[in-house]
């Protein structure tokens, strides 16, 4: 992940609407990325995962997408509940260099009712 | 999935003195620990990396004197916030991985106000 310190873009979608969330990142040694979902107050909760052989991948109502020319990655969640009002973080790790991982900027989401 | 606990949650002290939090994976062996800061509305930043039984490795900026950090078993890992002062007041949070490529496993946070 990139720009960590700026603050929080947001994005507000209507229930029952698809969410797309967006990440860069700026390593192009990264090999493994994880997108996580953050509530007030909470630690980051896993949501999916990917490698950097595969350029998609899916999950229960979610979608990874990854694009190694541009360095991004993005989230889709499909049929929005306001449950997954959150913010949502991509983080990605370069298994070359360790085994950190660091975070993007994040966004905030607000499903609308 | 896994599990991590971190305690204590919320703790509020006075400029000048030292705070602990501790980070334990319940169900698993962690082979290495993080340590992030977070601040309101903003991102996780990395402040160090845990290796148990060998010294933590800190990121550009991150004071080790500051934040000691103890890796003694598998399954624990301390933050030591020494002479907190108001800037450092934050939500720290800890997270576990057992091997490269596993995904990292979070603690709930702790909330630290220094008076």
């Known amino acids: 992940g990139e720009s960590v310190g700026l603050h929080l873009p947001t994005l507000s979608v209507q229930e029952g609407d698809n969410s797309i969330i967006n990440c860069a990142y700026s390593?192009?040694?990264?090999?493994?990325f994880i997108w996580y979902k953050q509530e007030s107050g909470k630690g980051p909760q896993f949501i999916i995962d990917?490698?950097?052989?595969?350029d998609k991948r899916q999950g229960q109502r979610v979608t990874v997408l990854l694009n190694k020319t541009v360095k991004h990655l993005s989230l889709q969640i499909a049929a929005t509940q306001p449950g997954d009002s959150a913010v949502y973080f991509c983080?990605?790790?370069?298994?070359?260099?360790?085994?950190?991982?660091?975070f993007g900027t994040g966004t905030s989401l607000t499903v609308i009712p | 999935g896994a599990v991590v606990s971190q305690h204590p949650s919320r703790v509020i002290c006075k400029s000048g003195t030292s705070v602990k939090i501790e980070c334990r994976s319940l169900?698993?062996?962690?082979?290495?620990m993080f340590w992030y800061r977070q601040f309101p509305k903003q991102s996780l930043m990395l402040m160090a990396t845990?290796?148990?039984?060998?010294?933590?490795?800190?990121e550009q900026g991150v004071e080790k004197d500051k934040f000691l950090i103890n890796h003694a078993s598998l399954t624990l890992s301390t933050l030591t916030v020494t002479s907190a002062h108001p800037e450092d007041s934050s939500f720290y949070i800890c997270?576990?991985?057992?091997?490269?490529?596993?995904?990292?496993?979070f603690g709930s946070g702790t909330q630290l106000s220094v008076l």
């Open positions: 997270s576990a991985t057992a091997e490269l490529y596993e995904k990292l496993f």
């Open positions: 390593n192009s040694a990264s090999d493994y």
């Open positions: 990917i490698r950097s052989n595969m």
């Open positions: 983080a990605d790790q370069a298994s070359s260099t360790g085994n950190q991982f660091y």
């Open positions: 169900d698993f062996q962690a082979t290495t």
């Open positions: 845990s290796n148990e039984g060998s010294k933590a490795t800190y």
